[in-house]
């Protein structure tokens, strides 16, 4: 039988993670920071499918919004959200006129998804099973993954690294 973690364990845990949640949605350690990996795409480019891709730079980016947007919302208004009927509904289709909001959709939610890593009650449950801490692991894991595609993306267009250079010593 173990021990039940001791406040002082738990309070630990919960600032190392509160300290975690910002990396994993901001990349720039483990992986390219989600600015660089979206520095210098003009709107054309960021909008632009490769051959043999099924997505754009856009498309992955609104993906990501659709996403932090419907989990925001469950966390902020403390109750479940019903999922989409079908994957196709997160996925926005996005015009080169789209591109500045969409970039800056992504910024304004990341912003507000900043001071929920530090709440105290992450291991409170609000959607259905899942907890606000693993709503938040969840977000961070899922735009880590998108990133990746978006890296992927932009080397297929001839796009990567940006200027400002990518893990490519």
Known sequence: MTDAPTPDRNERAQIAFARLLPKLFRG??????????LSGLDAETACQRPQNLPHSVAELLA?????NRWML??????RAQPYPA???ETWPLVQASDWRRTRNDFYELLARIDPH???????????HEETIGELLADMALHTAHHF????TVRQALGAWPPAGGGDTW
């Open 28 to 37: 720039g350690q483990a992986f390219v920071g989600v600015e660089a990996t």
């Open 63 to 67: 993906h990501v919004n659709w996403w």
């Open 73 to 78: 919302a469950i966390i902020e208004e403390g």
């Open 86 to 88: 079908h994957a196709a």
């Open 117 to 127: 890593a530090a709440r105290p009650d992450l291991a409170s449950p609000v959607n």
């Open 148 to 151: 990746g595609q978006i890296v």
